[in-house]
């Protein structure tokens, strides 16, 4: 048996037990804003690799959508694109004005 329950404010709102491998289920639930919740996420994993992901949107925004819009009102930005698994490589950078990587700073 796998699978994870989540609760917002001590009630359940999603659950999902089953034999099998890993699957996505998704619940839309409402928060506004200023309030405050307490999430708890519960998950058993019975043999093989362990597989969980927790994600939110804020204001049913696509974040892609907004990040082009913002990018088009913009004279300069910033791409991070992708994120691979970690491989111990890192970058120093050395440019006037900015400290990064593992550079001296």
């Known amino acids: 048996m796998t699978g994870s329950a989540c609760m917002s404010d001590g009630k359940l ?3 999902d037990w089953h034999d099998g491998g890993s699957r996505r289920i998704a619940k839309e639930i409402a928060f506004h804003a200023g309030e405050s919740h ?5 998950y058993y994993q019975d043999g093989g690799a362990a597989v969980l992901q ?3 949107m804020l ?6 959508v ?3 819009a913002l ?3 913009s004279d300069q930005i910033i791409a991070v694109m992708g994120f691979p698994p970690p491989r111990g490589e890192e970058m120093s950078v050395s440019f006037k004005g900015f400290a990064g990587g593992t550079g001296p700073t």
């Open 54 to 56: 927790l994600g939110w």
């Open 59 to 64: 204001n049913n925004v696509d974040p892609a």
């Open 71 to 73: 990018a088009r009102e």
């Open 13 to 15: 709102f999603l659950e």
């Open 38 to 42: 307490e999430i708890k996420l519960e």
């Open 66 to 68: 907004e990040a082009v």
